[in-house]
């Protein structure tokens, strides 16, 4: 058997029997061609190829080998991090890890056991397996210290069991306690007079922790403040707020001996009270200054600013010319010649304006000068306008037997005189028609049209500074009864 392939970029392999013939194309210098059993091969002659190291050329196939039987099913390895999840005086939480090799069986279940300290008897905690990652065993005696251990199951059998490093004493555990002070009350808290405050304060610590309020340093007024406390919070309550209500709030948590302290600062405001005094200081010109004092009673929180008012003797009524003031002293500017004005002022902060304001004892005049007034001399209007339409009549169509209308509008001055007019035709006072024309709005209404009321309508209006008209088509339908109907 001969064969011919192309074995890389470089040369050919030649097949001969059961040897195997190596040649480089390189070498070639001179192109020839070798026939072998039908191969043609471009080179020397088969003489000069260089023999390669001899391979068998098919290897003698062998009979199918029966299927290998799967591995048998073994044990998962032990579960991981076995550890405490919480514990209480009659109960214990276990949790662990997934064991690292499972199996290629995969996991059934887990077994939870634990015995007491001492003894070496093991109680199954779970009746049935249980394919969570943590445990609950309950109904323990309190003052117990056992040992527990996780163990995992697969078809392959039992895990090496899972320990606890150290046995657990069955009691409730004691956290310290910690009050969770929300933002919003790490700062000054302030509220409005009559408002409802409701605070929240939660806080964490076993067992339960026993919760005491001071206000400045004092026991709280039950009558104003009400208490609630909860396992996780306390509330401070207060219906409807007062100023007296204001101070510093300490909550203490304790359990056993352990405390943990926080402050409350709430401030409770109100409007402020009046300027204590306000006084006139001098007026000149058209201009009149002020000056007074901070209000006594300043609602219990910052004054933000003050508003300033005037009134005219004659008429009595107060204008604002300043709001949101800052200063104690103002000059109001722009007073008319020959009037008295009194003046008032008003305190601001975070609430508002103080409900009464402080108003001056006397008043500032505005002398008259010796310049004599003549006032300007203004040509009077000429209302007179010819008529015009602002709404157009529009065509339409009706039908036989009902009832139209036809509607536009029109203005001019003095007042116009309406006519209408059918086809050129002025109507007149035909009762067939009935013409309405009332604060510039000129209607139209055709009682029970028929056929020979179509047609082209025109209104006309007319005063002594012109006319105006406007038309519009009305077509009267015809209603066509089915055979049916008649």
């Known amino acids: 058997m001969l064969c011919a392939r192309n074995n890389?970029?470089?040369?050919?392999v030649i097949c001969a029997a059961r040897f195997v013939y190596k040649f480089d194309i390189r070498r070639f210098r001179k192109q020839a061609k070798i026939s072998l059993c039908g191969v043609e091969v471009v080179g020397k002659p088969l003489a000069c190829l260089i023999p390669a190291a001899p391979a068998e050329v098919a290897a003698v196939e062998e009979p199918p080998k029966a299927p290998t039987p799967p591995p048998p099913a073994v044990p998962s390895s032990a579960p991981l991090d076995v550890a405490v999840d919480d514990v209480n005086d009659t109960s214990l939480t276990i949790k662990w890890k997934t064991p690292e090799n499972v199996g290629s069986s995969g996991l059934s279940g887990y077994t939870v056991e634990y015995r007491k300290d001492g003894t070496t008897d093991w109680i199954v905690a779970n009746a049935e397996l249980t394919v969570a990652d943590r445990c609950c065993i309950r109904n323990l005696a309190t003052g117990d210290l056992l040992h527990v251990r996780v163990v995992a199951v697969n078809p392959g059998g039992c895990s090496e069991p899972g320990l606890l490093p150290e046995p657990v004493p069955i009691r409730e555990v004691g956290d310290r306690p910690k009050i969770r002070l929300p933002?919003?009350?790490?700062?000054?808290?302030?509220?409005?007079?009559?408002?409802?405050i409701n605070?929240?304060?939660?806080?964490?610590?076993?067992?339960?922790?026993?919760?005491?309020?001071?206000?400045?340093?004092?026991?709280?007024?039950?009558?104003?403040?009400?208490?609630?406390?909860?396992?996780?919070?306390?509330?401070?309550?207060?219906?409807?707020?007062?100023?007296e209500d204001s101070g510093v709030y300490e909550m203490t948590l304790k359990v056993e001996s352990i405390e943990d302290k926080t402050?409350?600062?709430?401030?409770?405001?109100?409007?402020?009270?009046?300027p204590a005094s306000v006084k006139l200081v001098d007026a000149w010109g058209f201009n009149a200054a002020l000056e007074w004092t901070p209000p006594k009673?300043?609602?219990?929180?910052?004054?933000?600013?003050y508003t300033v008012q005037k009134a005219d003797?004659?008429?009595?009524?107060?204008?604002?010319?300043?709001?949101?003031?800052?200063?104690?002293?103002?000059?109001?500017?722009?007073?008319?010649?020959?009037n008295s004005y009194l003046f008032r002022v008003f305190s601001e902060n975070q609430v508002g304006r103080s409900e009464?304001?402080?108003?001056?004892?006397?008043?500032?005049?505005?002398?008259?000068?010796?310049?004599?007034?003549?006032?300007?001399?203004?040509q009077e209007h000429d209302f007179n306008e010819a008529p015009k339409f602002t709404t157009p009549l529009i065509d339409r169509a009706a039908t036989v037997g009902y009832t139209t209308k036809l509607l536009c509008s029109v203005r001019g001055c003095p007042?116009?005189?309406?006519?209408?007019?059918?086809?050129?035709?002025?109507?007149?006072?035909?009762?067939?028609?009935?013409?309405?024309?009332?604060?510039?709005?000129c209607s139209l209404e055709i009682r029970k049209p028929c056929s020979f009321d179509g047609g082209v309508y025109t209104c006309r209006a007319k005063n002594a500074q012109g006319e105006a008209m406007v038309s519009c088509k009305l077509e009267v339908k015809q209603v066509l009864l089915s055979e049916t109907q008649k």
Not at 8 to 12: C, E, F, K, N
Not at 210 to 239: H, Y
Not at 359 to 372: E, F, L, R
């Open 8 to 12: 890389d970029a470089d040369g050919y």
């Open 183 to 196: 933002r919003l009350l790490r700062s000054r808290y302030v509220g409005k007079v009559g408002q409802q």
């Open 199 to 243: 605070l929240v304060i939660p806080f964490v610590g076993k067992p339960k922790p026993a919760v005491s309020w001071l206000k400045d340093g004092q026991p709280l007024d039950t009558k104003r403040v009400n208490i609630r406390n909860s396992d996780r919070d306390s509330i401070l309550f207060i219906r409807s707020a007062q100023r």
């Open 263 to 274: 402050t409350i600062n709430l401030q409770i405001v109100d409007l402020p009270g009046p």
């Open 297 to 305: 009673d300043n609602g219990n929180s910052g004054i933000t600013g």
């Open 313 to 338: 003797t004659k008429t009595g009524e107060w204008f604002t010319v300043l709001e949101h003031y800052h200063r104690l002293t103002a000059t109001v500017s722009d007073l008319i010649m020959g």
């Open 356 to 378: 009464n304001g402080a108003v001056t004892k006397t008043a500032a005049t505005i002398q008259k000068t010796g310049i004599v007034y003549k006032p300007p001399e203004y």
């Open 415 to 441: 007042k116009p005189k309406i006519e209408w007019m059918k086809n050129q035709m002025i109507i007149g006072n035909d009762p067939k028609f009935r013409q309405i024309s009332n604060q510039g709005i």
